[in-house]
Structure formats: structure tokens, C-alpha cells
């Protein structure tokens, strides 16, 4: 039984070692640096009061463009939808503990009320997650409509360009060939013909001979 457990939790380390080694670490590292200099640019002349507000898009942002990356090595229905969870989760309106005049993450709100095992107020404050969530994948699953139909219409748009240069392939080669025909039937009809005299002056040669 202990075998069968070791062996369950190496296949499952497997994996994650595959997934570690597949995502792109040097351009995660890269896109990182970058995001600091410009963070810090942009931040510079900010005042202190907005800086939490700048902080928290800041790295929601930041999440969501690394979570481009991994969500490309995941199943594609996985991978978007994935992407739109923590969209939702990370950036759904929701109101200020104390204050409902200041628009705060929904999701803030949701932790909180389950931390005070409130879960009638964790129900009320996910809606707003829930609206985002739907939202979003109803505009991802017609974006796939579309892209699909678009997408079918070039490969029939290809297929007709292949099939019509297939078809003028076939007409010039068989007219080609319908030429060659017609020469290989001239030389030879030319060939009997030579046959034909030269054995008509034999026969007249061993006439005139007797």
C-alpha cells in the first residue's frame, strides 16, 4: 500500500517538475524587471494616501499578465478560464469595510466575512465575483465562436484555392499530354511508313534482279 502512495506522489512530482521546467522562467524574470523600473517611474510623484490603491492594480495586473504564461501550458478551455477566475476574483468591485461610498475588491470583502464566519455577508460580497465571472466567460466563449467561424472560413477559402490549382494543374498537364500523344502517334504512323517503302524497294530490287 506504501508503494502504491510513494508511487502516486512521484508521478504527481513529475509533473510539477515538467511544469517548472516548461514555463519560461528567463522571460518571467525579464518581464519582472521591467515591470519594476516602470512601477517605480510611475509611482514616483504618486501621494502617499493612493498608494495602496496603486499597489494592489499594480500587482493584479502584474499576476494576471504572469498568468498569460501559465496559462498557455494548460489545456486551452482550462487555461482561459482560469485566467478570467482570478480576473474576477482579483479585480471585482466591491465596497470599503466600513465606508460604502469607497469601491473596494470584492474579494477583501469575502475574506473578511468568512474570517468573522459571517457567511451570509461572504454569500453577498461574492456576487459581485460571480457577475464578473459570468460575464467573462460569456464574452470568451463568443470570442471562440467567432474566432472558430472566422477560422473554418479561411480553411475553406484555402481549400477552394487548393482544389482550383489542383484542377489547373490537371487541365495543363493533361493537355500536354494530350500533345505528346499526338506527336508519339505521328512518329510513329512516320516510322511504318519508312518500314513500308523500304521494304517495297526490296521487293521491287529482287524483282528487277530475276
Given at each position: 500500500m506504501s508503494t502504491v502512495i510513494n508511487a502516486g506522489s512521484e508521478t504527481r512530482m513529475d509533473w510539477l517538475k515538467n511544469i517548472l521546467h516548461s514555463l519560461p522562467l528567463?522571460?518571467?524574470s525579464d518581464i519582472l524587471g521591467e515591470i519594476a523600473i516602470w512601477w517605480g517611474q510611475m509611482v514616483k510623484d504618486v501621494p502617499p494616501a493612493d498608494l495602496p490603491m496603486y499597489?494592489?492594480?499594480g500587482g493584479s495586473i502584474l499576476?494576471?499578465?504572469?498568468w498569460l504564461l501559465v496559462a498557455r501550458?494548460?489545456?486551452k478551455p482550462l487555461g482561459g478560464m482560469s485566467w478570467m477566475i482570478l480576473f474576477a476574483v482579483l479585480l471585482a468591485p466591491g465596497t470599503a469595510l466600513g465606508d460604502s461610498s469607497e469601491i473596494a475588491p470584492a474579494s477583501i470583502s469575502v475574506v473578511y466575512a468568512v474570517m468573522m464566519k459571517d457567511f451570509a455577508g461572504a454569500i453577498a460580497n461574492m456576487l459581485p465575483i460571480l457577475v464578473v465571472l459570468v460575464i467573462g466567460l460569456f464574452?470568451?466563449?463568443m470570442w471562440q465562436l467567432?474566432?472558430?467561424a472566422f477560422a473554418s472560413s479561411l480553411d475553406k477559402a484555402r481549400s477552394r484555392t487548393a482544389?482550383?490549382?489542383?484542377?489547373?494543374?490537371q487541365l495543363t498537364t493533361g493537355?500536354?499530354?494530350a500533345e505528346g500523344a499526338t506527336v508519339t502517334e505521328q512518329s510513329d504512323t512516320n516510322v511504318n511508313l519508312e518500314k513500308d517503302s523500304t521494304l517495297n524497294k526490296k521487293a521491287n530490287s529482287d524483282m528487277s534482279d530475276k
Amino acid at each position: 500500500m506504501s508503494t502504491v502512495i510513494n508511487a502516486g506522489s512521484e508521478t504527481r512530482m513529475d509533473w510539477l517538475k515538467n511544469i517548472l521546467h516548461s514555463l519560461p522562467l528567463e522571460s518571467i524574470s525579464d518581464i519582472l524587471g521591467e515591470i519594476a523600473i516602470w512601477w517605480g517611474q510611475m509611482v514616483k510623484d504618486v501621494p502617499p494616501a493612493d498608494l495602496p490603491m496603486y499597489a494592489y492594480l499594480g500587482g493584479s495586473i502584474l499576476v494576471l499578465v504572469l498568468w498569460l504564461l501559465v496559462a498557455r501550458i494548460l489545456p486551452k478551455p482550462l487555461g482561459g478560464m482560469s485566467w478570467m477566475i482570478l480576473f474576477a476574483v482579483l479585480l471585482a468591485p466591491g465596497t470599503a469595510l466600513g465606508d460604502s461610498s469607497e469601491i473596494a475588491p470584492a474579494s477583501i470583502s469575502v475574506v473578511y466575512a468568512v474570517m468573522m464566519k459571517d457567511f451570509a455577508g461572504a454569500i453577498a460580497n461574492m456576487l459581485p465575483i460571480l457577475v464578473v465571472l459570468v460575464i467573462g466567460l460569456f464574452i470568451g466563449f463568443m470570442w471562440q465562436l467567432i474566432r472558430g467561424a472566422f477560422a473554418s472560413s479561411l480553411d475553406k477559402a484555402r481549400s477552394r484555392t487548393a482544389e482550383d490549382t489542383q484542377a489547373t494543374m490537371q487541365l495543363t498537364t493533361g493537355s500536354y499530354l494530350a500533345e505528346g500523344a499526338t506527336v508519339t502517334e505521328q512518329s510513329d504512323t512516320n516510322v511504318n511508313l519508312e518500314k513500308d517503302s523500304t521494304l517495297n524497294k526490296k521487293a521491287n530490287s529482287d524483282m528487277s534482279d530475276k
